[in-house]
Each structure stands twice: as structure tokens, then as C-alpha cells.
């Protein structure tokens, strides 16, 4: 696994690049891994790592996320330690804390050593780590789909459907306590695309964190993105998202001005 890492480098990418996309690769081997394992008989692959991996969004990401779809599989301990012994057996040595924050439990992947092996760091204690991260309780209405992925490796995935997953990225935009570029980035990937969220999880996911039910469909939708853009500070944005950028021109587009005039054309 060291040299196949090692292979996706070239003289030309800074650091950075080099980190995101070795980052990149185990996420990539870890859904390999997990689907061997038939975890995603139980769960869905959802967020900004699954709109990369399986829709080509061109900003890396840094977190795993999944959400519960069915009751009665392993439970995730289990899932953390397959997830080990599948890496040890790639030749990748990693270490795994657990944590659970109400009903999200979480896996903090640790690969000592590993940054040094492949000339990013001087430093063998320096970690690169990856973070998985499983909702057990996630709102209702959510879609799924299942897809072969080829991505280094050949593999299958469950996953939200792209409207669910739009879904899910309004109500982080919306409601998440801190603003994250890595957000807004995304939202403006979905709107490029003329992506309509699916409503009912967008209620119901706002019902579930905030206590009450917006009605939000077609005919409010614009209103309800027009009132969210106001709380943004998209300098804050920018310096969020820029070191996940393939392309770093592409900062110019956090401008209020330009989504608000977007929203309008793409929403209106």
C-alpha cells in the first residue's frame, strides 16, 4: 500500500496535494474493506467524502460519514476492528479510537509512522489520520442506492441518492453551530448542478435538531436559501476550504453576490 500511495505523486504537487490524496486512498481502501465486510448491508455512505468518490466533486475531504439504514448488524466496534485487520492485512499498521456523541459513534484512524514512509513528514511521531464517523439515528426520508465504484480498487457502496445527500449538506449549512467552507463548496456544486433536495429529509432533519417541521418544499425553497447565505462570512469560508481545492482559482466563487445571484437563476 506505501508504494501504491507513493505512485500518486508527482514533482509537481506541493505537500498538500501529496497529503490530500494519500488521505484520499485509504479512504478509498477503507470502502473497499468495509464492503468485504458487508457493512453496507446496514449502512449508506453519505457526506462530502461520498459526493467526491462517487459524483467527482474536485475538493478532497477529510472525514467518512454513514448513516444507520437498517438495524441488526455488526455492531461498531466490530466494524472498527475488521476495518484494522483489512488495513494491517494492505500493509497499513493503524490505531483506532472510539467515541460516541449521543447516537454518532466514531472511529479516529491513526497511522504511525505512515507520513514519514512515504516523504511528507520528517517525523515518524506525525499522524496521518482519518476519521470514520456513523449516524445510528439519522432523520427519516432519506433514499439509497447501491453502485460499483472503481477508484484504485473495484468495489460496491450503498449511498444516499443525490438529492438525500443535498438534503443533508442544507441542513449543515444551515444549522451547523460553525460555518465550514467545505460546506458551502458543496452547496455550490449542487446548485451548479441544478440539484433539488429531497424535502422530506430536510424536514424531517431540521424537525429532529431544531423541534419543529418548516414545511420547506418548491415553493419556499429559494426564500429558505436566501435567509441561510446571510449568516455566512465567506472570508471564514474561503480559509476553510482552500487547502482541499484541487483548483484554487475556484475560491473566487465564495462571493455573496454571486450565490445569492445564482440562487435566483438556478431557484427562481
Not at 467526491?52 to 448513516?67: C, P, Q
Not at 429532529?208 to 425553497?221: L, M
Not at 449568516?231 to 450565490?259: N, P, Q, T, W
Request: hydrophobic content about 40%; overall charge positive.
Amino acid at each position: 500500500m506505501i508504494e501504491i500511495i507513493k505512485q500518486q505523486f508527482n514533482k509537481e504537487m506541493t505537500g498538500e496535494d501529496k497529503l490530500n490524496r494519500a488521505r484520499e486512498l485509504i479512504q478509498i481502501l477503507c470502502l473497499k474493506i468495509l464492503d468485504e465486510k458487508k457493512a453496507f448491508e446496514t449502512m449508506a455512505f453519505t457526506g462530502g467524502t461520498a459526493l467526491r468518490i462517487i459524483f467527482g466533486v474536485k475538493r478532497f475531504s477529510e472525514d467518512i460519514d454513514f448513516s444507520l439504514v437498517k438495524k441488526g448488524g455488526k455492531s461498531f466496534s466490530e466494524v472498527s476492528e475488521e476495518l484494522i485487520k483489512g488495513l494491517r492485512l494492505a500493509g497499513l499498521q493503524s490505531e483506532s479510537q472510539l467515541k460516541t456523541v449521543n447516537t454518532v459513534h466514531s472511529a479516529m484512524l491513526k497511522f504511525p509512522g505512515l507520513l514519514k514512509e512515504i516523504g511528507l513528514s520528517p517525523l515518524a511521531s506525525q499522524n496521518l489520520s482519518v476519521k470514520l464517523e456513523v449516524d445510528t439515528n439519522p432523520p427519516k426520508g432519506g433514499n439509497i442506492q447501491t453502485r460499483f465504484i472503481q477508484k484504485a480498487y473495484l468495489f460496491n457502496v450503498t449511498h444516499f441518492d443525490l438529492p438525500s445527500m443535498y438534503a443533508t449538506k442544507l441542513h449543515a449549512c444551515r444549522y451547523r453551530k460553525y460555518i465550514k467552507g467545505r460546506d458551502f463548496y458543496d452547496f455550490i456544486w449542487y446548485m451548479s448542478n441544478k440539484t433539488m433536495p429531497n424535502f422530506t429529509l430536510l424536514n424531517n432533519a431540521i424537525e429532529q435538531t431544531q423541534g419543529e417541521n418548516p414545511g420547506i418544499d418548491k415553493s419556499n425553497f429559494k426564500n429558505f436559501l436566501f435567509q441561510g447565505i446571510e449568516r455566512v462570512d465567506f472570508k471564514e469560508a474561503r480559509k476553510d476550504v482552500e487547502r482541499f481545492l484541487e483548483d484554487k482559482s475556484e475560491l473566487r466563487l465564495f462571493d455573496a453576490k454571486l450565490i445569492k445571484n445564482s440562487i435566483e437563476s438556478v431557484y427562481g
